[in-house]
Each structure stands twice: as structure tokens, then as C-alpha cells.
């Protein structure tokens, strides 16, 4: 989940440019990467935590006796099992789609770590919003029969549920997975108390694996499962020491009445090479032995969880791959000989892109004007203007991109100038060089949001340009509160975004609870409003805040990983200070890989 946190570098023909002509100069020079979020893409989450508990119980389940109904562990655990390759016939799929896909998301709110389920329920229904209209409540709210008002179900299983945690999920719940028809996809655990509560023997006649003989230790390595095949993509899987709760490994079964089990996903451990199934379906369950939502990437494992809901949710999606592009960082201070340039280009190979204008530059501490303050408007600056002009004419759709796209008179994190800075939350960089989310600012409310996007709006219009048709939220973060205030203003975000928690719920676990997020294909998000995706980043050939550097390959590469969602985008930006260059090959890279570029506006 990385993004550009600063703007362009000093150079080309900004250095010509003078002061006393009433030019400004280039925004600021510091690059740095950072994810949504922060690394993990939890706020306010301690995850060493939550996975020493996933760990230690585990452990403790496994040491516990088995009930003498449960199926051998020395059942055999491939053989029978179905070629990856065969998804598209496996179990539920065969069912007509639904007109208006409904989904119904549960999740755990029970345990010491009981928050992290509205987190990872957020994102689940995000995703699901892709599809149609999203319902989501804690599991301990299901009743009998619930499951058949919806076209498929998401449980979110966050909170182990073994020892010294009871279990929090009725049994209504279990029944009904096991008996109905309708699709299921189970993330992570307490898969085992669905085996237990049904009966090992049913579950197993039903489904060909046993959950409870299947745990996160093979031979004797948890946190080492480092890659998943899905869809002939090969996905990352990046964890930090410590943080990882495990991967379950499913116990598939082989012989006269086990039905078939199909891997859709393939696991590696790269500590003793083994490979299991990541995601296994059979009859109505779809089991996905983690919940991929924390530590993802461009190219991540998450973006197989992102195409299975299609089996559940529009089974009949025919195979498209569309690409999507933004320039960046627009402001009163950029080149319009470099704007012009870009537009020429694009133009030359017929490719539709957002320009994302942030209409009002400052500089508050002088730091690239020798000390002293500046803020310059478009207004000041017609030569930019009449380039954003010459860009909108050659197929550049307006977006906004905040208003000054940084905060007041101080560091936040670096240095107060735009382009640099966040201008709706609060960072720092900490000790180790990473950026750290601290909340919202002082002053968030809706009015004051919504005094910073009408003032955003004016400058435009001032201008003499158009009301930009979409917004990106500077450097991706912003309050809940600010989040529905741009919905009321802008048909659509293009970005990743926060979400907090009590968005479901009500309780809120404090205002730096969230869980950040970013999408292969457009979503109406729980905020209600719709989000157009970019998912495989930007190009930064500089290393910064313990991010590497991002080059074309780098871009071309996750877009290669994203083939694997079937009706999927690669969606990157670019900032236009730099050369044409790099553009071009990440441009023809993502073209040959069969990708067709889209406007913004057209989705």
C-alpha cells in the first residue's frame, strides 16, 4: 500500500525561474513513501499481540484431546483434491448470479483483540460493495435462517476462539453453513467449532477436509508462508517477524465418501518448501485459512481474496482488464512547459488520465523561498492554468486534490509546504524513519472539512476552470467526518482510504482506529460513497521513510499480479516534474500485458 508523501525535486527549468518575477518555486524536494495507514495498514493495532494469542492458542488446541468422532490426522491430504485450474466448475458457482448481489458480512467483536473484527469487516464489505448492497453485523447477532436473505455470506473469523476465549458464535450459524446452498466465504478462524458443533463426520462427508486436525504449525514453522499462487499469478506475502497469526493448513481427506476439494490457492512455506491449499472450496464453503487484509502490497496475496468473491457474488464476469492513470501533485507551482509535455504524450497514444490540481500552494517557513512565507493561488499563475487548459482539451479529466495539500505553519511530518505535508490528518516521522499516523487534526469536524473544500472549489472557479468531477485526498488520510463531507461534494474518490472504527459498530476503539485500504475495482465503501481504485502505486526512483524505490518494472510487475482478478485495474499516478521517460515504459509495459486505459469519468 504505497504512496507518494511529497512532492517534486528542484531542477530542470525551475532553476531559471526568479523569485522577483513573481515565479515560485518547485514544491518540495523530500520524497518518501508510505503506506496507508502506516506499514501494517492498522491504526492503533498491536498485531504482535493479536498473533501471539492466534499462535499460543493453536497450540493449545492442538494439544488438546480429540473427540473420538473426529476423522484420523493421518488422513491423506492430497490425491483426491481438483486442479486450481478448475475454480470455475467447483461447487456454488454453478448458480445463476443474482440480479442485485446482497451480501451479508459477520464478524468477531468478542477477546482482548475483539476490535480488530469491525476493521477487517470494513474492508471485507468494501469489497463486497463492488457487487451490490452490503450488510454487516457481529456474529453473535445471527438467527436462525438469516443466511437465506442473502446471495452470499462473509465471516470474518479475527478472534480465536478456543481456551480461554468462549465461543462467541451460535450455533444457528454453524447449522445453517452447513445445511444451505447459499455461498460462503470463511476467512481465518473457528472453523473447527463449525466441524465440532455440526459433527467432524458431517462436516467432513460434506465438505472433504477436516478443521479439526488442520492448524497454522507444519512441522514445526508458523509466520513462513511467504508467496500464494492463484489464477497463474504468483502473489507476495510480506509479514514482519512476530506479526504473523498463521496460516491455517486444511487437513484435505482422500477415499470412498469424501467429496472432491478444490485448492483455489496455492500456499508456500518457504521454510521447508511445502505447499498447501490457501483457499479450498468444496459444496458451499469457501475457506480461506487467513485474513489477508494487514501488510498488503501492490502485488500482495489479498488480491486472490479480491477475485473469489466473484465466484460468490457475479460468477458469470467475463474477463476484462482495464488500466487507469492521474497525474499528481498539480499546483500553482509546477512547470506548465512540463504539464504541456505530458498532455502531448498522452494525447499522442489516446490515453484518457486525471490531473489531480491542488489550487492553492504554501510555503509557510520559507523552506524553498530562502525563508520567507509564500502562498500562491492559480489565479497568480495563468501560464498554469492555461496548461491544465491545453491538458482538459487532450483528454485530462479535473480532479481535486485538496486545498493547500498541507496543514497550517508546521511540520506535518516535514516541512508545512504543499505537496509535502498531510493536510487532513496529523504525522510524524519517528526515530527509524517511519511515518507515523497521529489522528485527526486539532479543528476536524464536518464544517471545517467542508470549509476547506468549498475554498478548494472557489479557486477553481476563480481560475476559470470546471468543478473537478472527482477528489483524491492528500497523501490518502483523512477523518471519517471529513470523508463523508468530500461524498456530499464529489460524485466519486479516486484513492486509498482510512477507515475507523465504530463506522459499524458505533464504539468507536479511538479516534486512530482504522484499517486502511485500497481496491482492484470500483466499491461503494461503508462511507456510502463510491471509490475508483489505485492499486499498484506510483514511480519514485528514490528510496525514502523505509520504503525501496518504485521503478516502471516495479509498477509493470504488480500489474501483471492484478491479471489475477478477473475483472480487475491496474491504477497507478505519476507526478509530472519528472521525465517522460520512466512514464512511457510503465505505460507500454502495462499495455502489453493486455491492459486498456480508461478515463476516470467512465466508471
Keep these: 500500500m504505497i504512496l507518494l508523501l511529497v512532492a517534486a525535486v528542484l531542477g530542470g527549468t525551475f532553476l531559471a525561474w526568479s523569485a522577483q518575477a513573481g515565479s515560485v518555486p518547485p514544491p518540495g524536494h523530500r520524497h518518501g513513501h508510505e503506506a496507508v495507514g502506516g506499514r501494517s495498514g492498522l491504526g492503533s493495532v498491536d498485531l504482535k499481540g493479536w498473533a501471539k494469542e492466534q499462535i499460543s492458542s493453536d497450540k493449545e488446541r492442538r494439544a488438546q484431546p480429540r473427540p473420538k468422532t473426529a476423522v484420523s490426522p493421518t488422513a491423506a491430504r492430497s490425491g483426491a483434491v481438483t486442479a486450481v485450474t478448475a475454480v470455475r466448475q467447483a461447487g456454488f458457482v454453478r448458480a445463476a448470479a443474482a440480479a442485485d448481489p446482497t451480501t451479508l458480512v459477520l464478524y468477531d467483536t468478542a477477546g482482548p483483540y475483539g476490535r480488530l473484527g469491525e476493521l477487517y469487516a470494513m474492508a471485507a464489505a468494501n469489497l463486497a460493495g463492488h457487487f451490490g448492497t452490503v450488510t454487516a453485523k457481529p456474529v453473535q447477532q445471527y438467527t436462525a435462517g438469516m443466511i437465506g436473505s442473502y446471495t452470499a455470506v462473509i465471516y470474518i473469523g479475527s478472534t480465536y476462539y478456543c481456551c480461554d476465549v468462549p465461543d462467541a458464535i451460535p450455533a444457528a450459524f454453524y447449522q445453517d453453513v452447513s445445511t444451505s446452498t447459499k455461498p460462503v466465504i470463511w476467512m481465518g478462524a473457528n472453523i473447527w467449532n463449525m466441524a465440532n458443533s455440526v459433527g467432524t463426520a458431517q462436516f467432513t462427508q460434506r465438505y472433504g477436509w477436516d478443521p479439526t486436525s488442520s492448524y497454522y504449525e507444519d512441522g514445526g514453522s508458523v509466520g513462513t508462508v511467504t508467496q500464494v499462487t492463484y489464477r497463474n499469478q504468483t502473489l507476495t506475502r510480506k509479514i514482519p517477524a512476530g506479526q504473523d497469526g498463521g496460516v491455517l493448513r486444511p487437513n484435505i481427506l482422500t477415499g470412498p465418501g ?56 457475479a460468477p458469470a464476469t467475463a474477463e476484462r482488464h482495464r488500466a487507469m492513470l492521474r497525474l499528481e501533485d498539480i499546483s500553482p507551482a509546477s512547470d506548465p512547459a512540463e504539464l504541456r509535455t505530458m498532455a502531448d504524450y498522452l494525447y499522442a497514444q489516446k490515453i484518457p488520465y486525471g490531473i489531480n490540481v491542488i489550487p492553492v500552494y504554501k510555503d509557510p517557513k520559507g523552506t524553498y523561498n530562502n525563508g520567507t512565507a509564500q502562498t500562491v493561488t492559480l489565479v497568480q499563475r495563468p501560464q498554469v492554468v492555461s496548461a491544465l487548459k491545453y491538458m482538459l482539451a487532450r483528454g485530462a479529466v479535473l480532479m481535486d486534490h485538496g486545498y493547500t495539500h498541507q496543514y497550517g505553519n508546521v511540520a506535518n511530518p516535514y516541512n508545512g509546504v504543499t505537496g509535502d505535508d498531510f493536510e487532513f490528518y496529523r ?11 497521529d489522528g485527526p487534526v486539532a479543528e476536524d469536524s464536518a464544517l471545517w472539512a467542508q470549509g476547506r473544500v468549498a475554498a478548494a472549489l472557489t479557486q477553481f472557479t476563480l481560475a476559470g476552470l470546471p468543478k473537478p468531477a472527482l477528489w483524491t485526498t492528500p497523501h490518502y488520510a483523512a477523518s471519517a467526518a471529513d470523508y463523508k463531507v468530500i461524498s456530499s461534494n464529489f460524485s466519486a474518490r479516486l484513492e486509498r482510504s482510512l477507515y475507523f472504527s465504530g463506522t459499524l459498530g458505533g464504539n468507536s476503539a479511538g479516534p486512530n482506529a482504522f484499517i486502511g485500504q485500497f481496491f482492484p475495482y470500483v466499491v461503494k465503501d461503508v462511507y456510502g460513497t463510491k471509490v475508483l481504485p489505485e492499486n499498484i502505486g506510483n514511480y519514485e526512483p528514490e528510496a525514502f521513510n523505509n520504503h525501496p524505490a518504485r521503478l516502471p518494472a516495479d509498477l509493470v510487475a504488480s500489474a501483471k499480479a492484478n491479471l489475477a482478478v478477473r475483472d480487475g485495474f491496474a491504477s497507478f499516478f505519476y507526478h509530472p516534474y519528472y521525465p517522460t521517460q520512466p512514464l512511457k515504459d510503465t505505460v507500454d509495459g502495462i499495455k502489453a500485458l493486455g491492459y486498456t486505459f480508461v478515463s476516470p469519468t467512465s466508471l
Design 258 to 313: 469424501y467429496p472432491e476439494v478444490t485448492r483455489l490457492a496455492e500456499g508456500l512455506d518457504s521454510s521447508n518448501g511445502h505447499t498447501f491449499g490457501w483457499a479450498v472450496r468444496s459444496a458451499n464453503l469457501t475457506y480461506v485459512g487467513e485474513i489477508p487484509f494487514a501488510y498488503v502490497s501492490e502485488s500482495d496475496r489479498v488480491i486472490a481474496a479480491e477475485d473469489l468473491l466473484f465466484d460468490a457474488l
Design 427 to 437: 504525522a510524524h516521522v519517528d526515530s527509524a524513519d517511519n511515518v507515523v499516523y
